[in-house]
């Protein structure tokens, strides 16, 4: 799904981000992974990354409650296959809220209309995001304004997206918010 989503969206698979980008993150958005059991190493860096910036928010994505979401700042426990919605649901309120680069887009993406115009349709706003994700309005409100107001976000993702089947959108859906 990553190798997939990621060629559909760059047109190669390279991922776009490195590790030191974790430390200079405002906000650090975790889809679908319990990092803390299954990437420990990388666990260890998040958390060290909070203490030395307090200022660090970090939201989960998860249905489950795992141990990740001890550092969590927010804990979305979405209904299991709907990241798709709120990641559309997010693109809608970041297009509709002026958070968007159009210029960007226009130069250097294609069929940026058609994603923001699905993404609308399928998730056209916070209350039918909460209602599809199973999440209440302020936590989904929260969730997006934070994603906002922060131009230094990385989002990572691991096998609850990855080995899910729809993989590569939910890759996509993540990617076009960023």
């Known amino acids: 799904s990553p190798v997939a989503g990621h060629k559909r969206a760059f047109g190669s698979d390279a991922v776009p981000g490195n590790y030191e980008d974790i430390e200079k993150a405002n906000l650090l958005v975790i889809i679908g992974s319990n990092t803390a059991w299954c990437h ?4 260890q860096r998040i958390r060290q990354a909070k ?20 550092i969590a700042d927010l804990h979305l426990p979405i209904k299991a296959g709907s990241d798709i919605a709120l990641f559309n649901g997010l693109l809608a309120y970041l297009a509709d809220h002026g958070r968007l680069d159009f210029s960007f887009l226009e130069s250097h993406t294609e069929f940026y209309a058609s994603a923001i115009n699905k993404a609308r349709e399928t998730s056209p706003s916070i209350s039918r995001v909460a209602q599809l994700c199973g999440v209440s309005e302020a936590d989904i409100s929260q969730f997006f304004q934070s994603f906002a107001e922060n131009d230094r976000t990385v989002s990572l993702f691991s096998q609850g997206v ?17």
């Open 40 to 43: 420990p190493v990388l666990f």
């Open 51 to 70: 203490e030395s910036n307090p200022a660090l928010r970090i939201i989960v994505v998860d249905p489950r409650r795992t141990q990740t979401c001890d």
């Open 162 to 178: 990855n080995q899910s089947s729809s993989g590569t959108d939910k890759v996509n859906a993540i990617i076009n918010c960023h």
